[in-house]
C-alpha cells in the first residue's frame, strides 16, 4: 500500500478507535437509537410487519445520522486541544487528515446501522432475505455522507461550546423533519412539504426502499447527490477559513 | 550533507493587530548546534517558533528551514516539534499516539525507543489524557522525537517538569544532540539556556537583542562585580573608582558594578580598602535584565552581533 493512503487509515483508525471509546458517543448513537425503536414498536400494540421494518430503517438511519453529525464534535475538540496543530507539523498534508476524518465518519456510523439492525431482526420478528438485509445496510451506510460532511463543517467552523449545540441542533431536527422519528404521513401538509425536500427523508427513503425490496424514487438518490455537494461545500469552506487559525 | 545553516530568519517581521511580534528578526541555526531562545513572556519567541514551522506566515521576509520552505521541511518529514499550548489528547494511549505520529514520518525510530527517550515505557499503555502534568509533556517530547527528525523545535519544553523529569529531559535532548540533531529551544529560565544551550539569542519586544555563547553574553554587557568590607568608613569615594558604574551598599558591604574591574581592585588597594575582596563575573541574570526592558523595548540593540 502506498505510505500516503495507509498514513490516512492509519490516522482514521486512531480516531475512529477514539470515538468508540467515547460513551457518550456510544449511548447516544447505539444506546438510544436501539431503545427508541424498541419502544416505539412495541409500545401500543402495534404489530404491522411493515411498520417496524420502516422504524427500523429510520432509527438506524437517526443514529447514523448522530454518529455522523457528532464527528464534528471532536473536530472541534482537537482544534481546541491543540491536536489539529500538532498534526500540522507531521509530514501529513492536511488533506490527509481531511480525507481520513472524513473515513472515520465511514466507520462510527457502522455500530449504530448494525445495532439497530440487529435488534430488528432479532428481537422485532423483521424478516428479509439476506441480500435485502445486506443491500438496507449498505445504503444506509453509503446514504450518511452527507451527514459526515455536515458534521466536518460545523466542526471545522464553529467554536467547541457552540459545536456541540449545533450538532443536537441539525441531528434532532433533520431527524424529525426528515421522519426518522414518526412516520411523514402523520405529518400537517405544509410539514410534509417541507419535509420532502430534507435530506434526511431521502437518507431514510433509501435504506426504506431496498429493505422492502423495490428502487427508491427517482428524486431520491438525485436529492441526496445535491445535498452531499452543499454539505462538501459547506466542509470544503470551514476547513479552509479554519487552516488559518489551527 | 551539506552544510546550509538549519534555519535561516532573513529580516522577519509579524504583526498581530497593535503587537509587532518579530520586529526584523534575523537568525541562522547552525547544524548541529542547541539554540536557546530566551525571553520575557510575550518576547516573541512562540512567533519566532510558529514562522519557524510555516504554522503562520511572515508579514514580511523570509523564512527558511533545512534548505527549503518550513512547508517542504515538515512535509518531507525533517523536523519535529513540541509545541507549548495544547493539552493531551483525549481517548488514545501513549503507544497509540506515539506510534501513529512515528509512522507518519518517513524514517522513524523505534516506537519503544522514543518512548525509553522520553520515560515513557512504563505508561505507554495509559491514557495520555490520565497523565499528570510533566507526564503529558513527555508525552509530547516523545511525539516530537518519533520520527527521526534532523531538527527538533521545543516551545518551553520543561515548563511543566519537576526538578528531577527536567534532569531525564535534558539527559534524552542531549542524547539527541550527540547522534547529530539541531535543536531549539525556547525558555524563560536562564539558568536552562545557561546550562543546555550552545548558543543564546535573546528577544525582547520581537527583536534579537543578543546572540552569543553564554560566555560571550556575559562578556557582552563587559564588567563585574567587585564587592568589599567598608569597616566603618564613609563610601561616598566609591562612585568616584575608576570603572564603577554602580554601588550598592547592603550594611557594612559595598557592591561595585565595574566596566574595569582590574581598575577598580588597583585603586581599592591603592587607598588600602581591600577588606573581603570579591570579584565575580556578572550573572547572566544580570546580562539578561540589561538587555531586556519590561516595557518590551530594547535597550541594547547595539549587542546584537
Redesign the interface.
Known sequence: MN?AL??TV??AR?EA???L??QGFVISTVGIPVLMYLLFTNLGGQHDPAARTAAMVGMAAYGALGAAVSLGGAVA??R????L??L??????PRRVVAGRALTGAVVVLPSIGAVLLAGGLLNGVRMPPLQWAATAVALWLGSLPFTLLGLGNGYRLAPQTTGAVNVACTLGLAVVGGLWFPVALFPDWLAAVSAWTPTRRFAELGTAFAEGHTPTAAAVPLLAAWAAVFGTYAAVSYRRSARTV | MTQEPAAVFEAVTKTYGPVRAADGVDLAVRRGETLALLGRNGAGKSTALGLL???DTPDSGRVSLLGGTPGQA????R???M?Q????????TVR??VG??A????RPMPVADALALAGLTALADRRVGRLSGGQAQRVRFA?ALA?APELVVLDEPTVALDVAARGAFWEAMRGYARRGGTALFSTHHLEEADSFADRIVVLDGGRVVADGTPEELRRTTGGALVAVDLAGAPAAFLSGLPGVTEVEIRGDRARLRTDDPDATVRALAARDAIRGLEVAPPALADVFLGLTRADGTARNPEANR
Open positions: 505510505t495507509s498514513t492509519a490516522y486512531l478507535l477514539r470515538t471509546r467515547d475538540e482537537d481546541s486541544t491543540g491536536w496543530r500538532q500540522r507539523i507531521t509530514p501529513m498534508s | 514551522l510555516g504554522l515538515v512535509r518531507a518529514g523536523v519535529g516539534a509545541l499550548e495544547g493539552r493531551a489528547v483525549p481517548r488514545v497509540e499516539l501513529f505520529v509512522r507518519t514520518y518517513p511525539v520520527g
